[in-house]
């Protein structure tokens, strides 16, 4: 029902940007929660950042102030704008679209490293 393909991850020094795209298509964007999710080496998945059909969002404390999830319903995507990177931020980033069943992306390497 609902296909999505993540977009703009790569390497970058400490302290910089990065801006991830998730392209959704397949069904109507715009009634459907969604959000990012990360998981490093060796460690559990976890939530980023989540923004609801409404505009609600909600952040991970660990990215709180440095990152911001939106989204633009007329272009079908979801993006989560990264500042002020750390290495600690390294980890796959998956977005996923839920409304009564979630959908995955496949995933886009960022990896934040001198």
């Known amino acids: 029902q609902v296909q999505l393909v993540e977009s703009g991850g790569g390497l970058v020094q400490p302290g910089g940007s990065l801006r991830l795209s998730c392209a959704a298509s397949g069904s109507i964007f715009s009634i459907y929660n969604m959000g990012w999710y990360r998981q490093a080496p060796g460690k559990e998945r976890e939530l980023v950042a989540a923004?609801?059909?409404?505009?609600?969002?909600n952040y991970a404390n660990s990215v709180k102030g440095r990152f911001t999830i939106s989204r633009d319903n007329a272009k079908n995507t979801v993006y989560l704008r990264m500042n002020s990177l750390k290495p600690e931020d390294t980890a796959v980033y998956y977005c996923y679209a839920s409304l009564s069943q979630g959908y995955w992306g496949q995933g886009t390497q960022v990896t934040v490293s001198s």
């Open positions: 923004i609801t059909s409404g505009g609600t969002t």
